[in-house]
């Protein structure tokens, strides 16, 4: 089984996962971006606190959860990649388009991979990452694949 194939039975899975309603929640995990900043400020690694969230999305899978734009404690990139994970999850899931993803300041200058900042010179690569990423990065400059939100 290839990388698209696995990918593929991931997302199924996410999909066919009924969705539970929000009331329901108990707020152990982050429900929206503000949540996920108040992890964040809170000492939480974003890495944890991220994936925290998707986990909690995939449950609840609801436009509430993309009601506040990406926290502005993050650097200009990261915020523009949460940006453009909304309008793609969004997009993904039949939800309706967070109208602030619209914001030119989630549209960056320069192409942009996150794995940079592990000290990865990513340059050599770019413009096929750019090519392959989804529109909702690709139009941000940002080399990202949706294969990075999968979370089961």
Request: glycine letters at 4%; proline letters at 8%; aromatic letters at 14%.
């Amino acid at each position: 089984m290839n990388r698209e194939q696995i990918d593929k039975l991931a997302w199924q899975s996410i999909h066919q996962r009924p969705p539970r309603p929000v009331a329901e929640s108990r707020r152990r995990r982050p429900m929206d971006y503000q949540d996920l900043a108040r992890r964040l400020e809170g000492g939480v690694a974003f890495d944890h606190a991220w994936s925290d969230f998707l986990h909690a999305f995939y449950d609840y899978k609801d436009a509430s959860f993309f009601r506040y734009p990406s926290p502005t404690s993050l650097s200009i990139e990261w915020q523009a990649l949460l940006a453009g994970a909304a309008e793609w999850l969004s997009e993904e899931f039949g939800l309706p388009h967070p109208a602030w993803t619209d914001d030119q300041r989630y549209f960056l200058a320069e192409p942009w991979d996150p794995r940079e900042d592990l000290g990865l010179d990513m340059s050599p690569f770019m413009a096929d990452m750019l090519r392959r990423s989804p529109e909702a990065f690709r139009k941000r400059n940002i080399a990202f694949l949706s294969r990075n939100l999968i979370a089961l």
